[in-house]
């Protein structure tokens, strides 16, 4: 594969986009960022990386860091996980509380807020500190040790995340809350505010390329588990858009509303694109076109 070429290809069809959109305002700290921004990375499975544009700018990693969350849970191998959270697509917009109400408390999948709250719940449940556990492994997996918690964007989160509050006191009306609400509150804000670059991404997005092995080759995850976390990534990665992105892109792909985009190949590479710009849905248009164009120009989509 020519990922030089690859990498050309996408970075011209996605230049016209790169700007389009609405940055996540209804966050404070992320309604400062420059719209105008753009990286995309190729991580491969034999650890080539290959980048540009602003590829080495960090970021919030918002949503896309509940696929390391959940990983850290399926490492853990407790079943009593799945009795919290659903394995289904919502079909509604990803911090809805009427699906949650009518459904007693159970998330529909770990992807959405009230899914990736029950997941950092029960991570803390698990661990005593899911954030350090999340950024430990993002640490060890992309190779820089100083990946951290942007404390700004995380005080920015607290203080804008009534919405989250109201999904997580819902759920533990129906004892589906293992933690205080606050503590598990104050782990997820924080998870979401880790700072990253796109080349990070894709490296660590490998972990789930390579079927659960870890950059040591030590495993994270059975080779089963992994093949969850993608089933999850394809049908339910994007929010209320999964559907249509599936058809769309073709490639297993979670987003976050700082504009990431994690997309993985298994048995060859991980991809991930930056363009803070999104759609209605919260996915980045600016990513979105460059994944389009990557699985076109590679041929590697999936379905």
């Given amino acids: 594969m020519d990922y030089r070429r690859v990498l050309q290809q996408v970075m011209s069809t996605a230049a016209p986009y790169v700007g389009e959109g609405k940055v996540a305002?209804?966050?404070?700290?992320?309604?400062?960022?420059?719209?105008?921004?753009?990286?995309?990375?190729?991580?491969?499975?034999?650890?080539?990386?290959?980048?540009?544009?602003?590829?080495?700018?960090?970021?919030?990693?918002?949503?896309?860091?509940k696929v390391f969350a959940l990983a850290l849970v399926l490492q853990r191998g407790d079943e009593k996980y799945w009795s919290r959270v659903r394995r289904e697509p919502s079909g509604m917009a990803f911090n809805d509380l009427i699906e949650l109400e009518v459904e007693n408390g159970i998330p529909r999948n770990p992807f959405i807020n009230p899914g990736a709250i029950v997941t950092t719940d029960q991570l803390l449940a698990d661990t005593g500190d899911a954030v350090a556990s999340a950024r430990a492994l993002l640490r060890a997996e992309t190779g820089n040790p100083n990946i951290e918690v942007d404390s700004v964007t995380a005080e920015s989160e607290l203080r804008t995340g009534d919405r989250n509050r109201a999904i997580a006191y819902l759920m533990a009306s129906f004892d589906n809350m293992a933690n205080p609400v606050d503590l598990a509150l104050d782990h997820y804000f924080r998870q979401c505010s880790i700072s990253i670059t796109c080349a990070e991404l894709a490296k660590a997005g490998l972990v789930i390329a390579r079927h659960g092995l870890r950059a040591d080759g030590t495993r994270l995850l059975s080779e089963s588990d992994a093949r969850h976390v993608i089933a999850l990534m394809a049908t339910c990665g994007t929010y209320d858009e999964a559907g249509n992105f599936a058809y769309r892109v073709g490639l297993p792909t979670k987003s976050g509303v700082g504009g990431g985009l994690l997309a993985v190949v298994p048995n060859h590479c991980a991809v991930a694109a930056w363009g803070p710009g999104l759609d209605p849905k919260g996915n980045s248009i600016s990513g979105a076109v460059a994944l389009e164009s990557f699985a076109h120009a590679s041929g590697l989509a999936m379905y």
């Fill in 25 to 65: 305002d209804y966050i404070p700290e992320l309604a400062r960022v420059d719209p105008k921004q753009f990286g995309f990375a190729i991580a491969t499975v034999d650890g080539r990386v290959f980048s540009d544009g602003d590829a080495d700018v960090p970021f919030a990693i918002e949503s896309v860091s």
